[in-house]
């Protein structure tokens, strides 16, 4: 491993980093530029569409997370560069999302792992190419939802 892989590497981090942090907070200005213009997000699992593109999943993810706080870490990265300009990687993640009274007032708990792809862009930055959200499981208000008993 190069010098300049294990750079990448710590820029990879530091951006996914950036995408619990902005997320989290509802930044969404900031969060929707840790991907790029033409990201894939995956989530089909829990019944989403496949989304193409960072605007798609900020109109499609902004309003279901709206007065919701959350909670998100990742975990035990494994990325692998493939080139000066692409990388792969693989994060244990650990999501907690709190409804408020006026919505039900649930409390999802749910783990799982990201399985990512990384573009370094023309401005040297990079960036979430393709994202898949795979989970283990997941409960709400302690009851196993995912998978189903």
């Excluded at 930044?27 to 790029?36: H, I, L, M, R, S």
């Excluded at 408020?100 to 990512?116: D, K, S």
């Excluded at 190419?129 to 499981?137: D, P, V």
């Amino acid at each position: 491993m190069t010098h300049e892989d294990l750079r990448a590497i710590e820029h990879i981090r530091q951006l996914k980093a950036r995408y619990f942090r902005t997320l989290d907070q509802q930044d969404w200005d900031a969060w929707e530029q840790v991907f790029c213009e033409d990201v894939m997000v995956d989530t089909t699992q829990d019944g989403s569409p496949i989304i193409n593109g960072r605007k798609a999943f900020r109109e499609y993810l902004a309003p279901i997370l709206s007065g919701v706080t959350t909670v998100h870490h990742g975990h035990s990265q494994e990325i692998s560069i493939e080139s000066p300009n692409t990388a792969s990687g693989i994060w244990a993640m650990e999501d907690m999302l709190w409804w408020p009274e006026a919505h039900g007032g649930q409390h999802l708990w749910g783990t799982g792992w990201y399985l990512e792809k990384y573009r370094r862009g023309q401005d040297g930055e990079w960036r979430i190419a393709e994202m898949q959200l795979r989970r283990i499981r997941v409960e709400i208000d302690r009851k196993q939802v995912f998978p189903p008993l």
